[in-house]
Nanobody, 115 residues
Framework: QVQLVESGGGLVQPGGSLRLSCAAS????????MGWYRQAPGKGRELVAR???????NYADSVKGRFTISRDNAKNTVFLQMDSLKPEDTAVYFC?????????WGRGTQVTVSS
């Protein structure tokens, strides 16, 4: 059984930083991409950042230059370094893993940016 375990969320002041981690355990056949989505209250889920096999990345325009996604292939772990956080970054952040036969989601971790 595949599990995605997220960590690193919390409360931070505007301008601060947080680092999210997501470790995938279990048998995942041929991971094609790992990434993060977020959902703010009253809004739909949106892509934040994604890293695909080979290392190519893409980011939402709203986080470019502030967030950095990285991946430890040996440990099936994906990270999201979030700097210069803004109140509008407040949301539940979900880890996402795409394999050749399935899409996996984490349960989400709350990120709150507030003074």
């Amino acid at each position: 059984q595949v599990q995605l375990v997220e960590s690193g969320g919390g409360l931070v002041q505007p301008g601060g930083s947080l680092r999210l981690s997501c470790a995938a355990s279990g048998s995942i056949f041929r991971i094609a991409a790992m990434g993060w989505y977020r959902q703010a209250p009253g809004k739909g889920r949106e892509l934040v950042a994604r890293i695909i096999n080979g290392g190519a990345t893409n980011y939402a325009d709203s986080v470019k230059g502030r967030f950095t996604i990285s991946r430890d292939n040996a440990k099936n772990t994906v990270f999201l370094q979030m700097d210069s956080l803004k109140p509008e970054d407040t949301a539940v952040y979900f880890c996402n893993v795409v394999s050749t036969d399935y899409v996996y989601w984490g349960r989400g971790t709350q990120v709150t940016v507030s003074s």
